[in-house]
């Protein structure tokens, strides 16, 4: 199993401790970019795939860790597009 395989499925379990780090590499080795938001977009990301599919969160802060709705919400977007 490689290291993204691995990495799908921690995140498929709906782990307490999912990075945004993590988040972005998932994201990035699925075909994702991360797209800024502007001057003014604060904490708002989003990402963005060839296909023009459209991921858009806050980053948690002060903390990195993501909230349980926020994985479901990636997941069920994902699944949608056929990409998991």
């Known amino acids: 199993m490689t290291r993204?395989?691995?990495?799908i499925q921690r995140f498929l379990t709906l782990p307490k401790d999912f990075t945004w780090s993590e988040l972005v590499k998932l994201?990035?080795?699925?075909?994702f970019e991360l797209v800024s938001t502007g001057k003014t977009g604060g904490s708002r990301r989003r990402f963005v795939n060839d296909s023009?599919?459209?991921i858009s969160l806050h980053e948690?802060?002060?903390q990195n860790i993501l909230k349980r709705y926020?994985?479901?919400q990636i997941i069920a977007i994902l699944q949608q597009e056929g990409l998991l």
């Open 4 to 7: 993204r395989e691995k990495l």
């Open 27 to 31: 994201l990035v080795g699925l075909g």
């Open 52 to 54: 023009g599919v459209i």
């Open 60 to 62: 948690p802060h002060p």
């Open 70 to 72: 926020q994985l479901e």
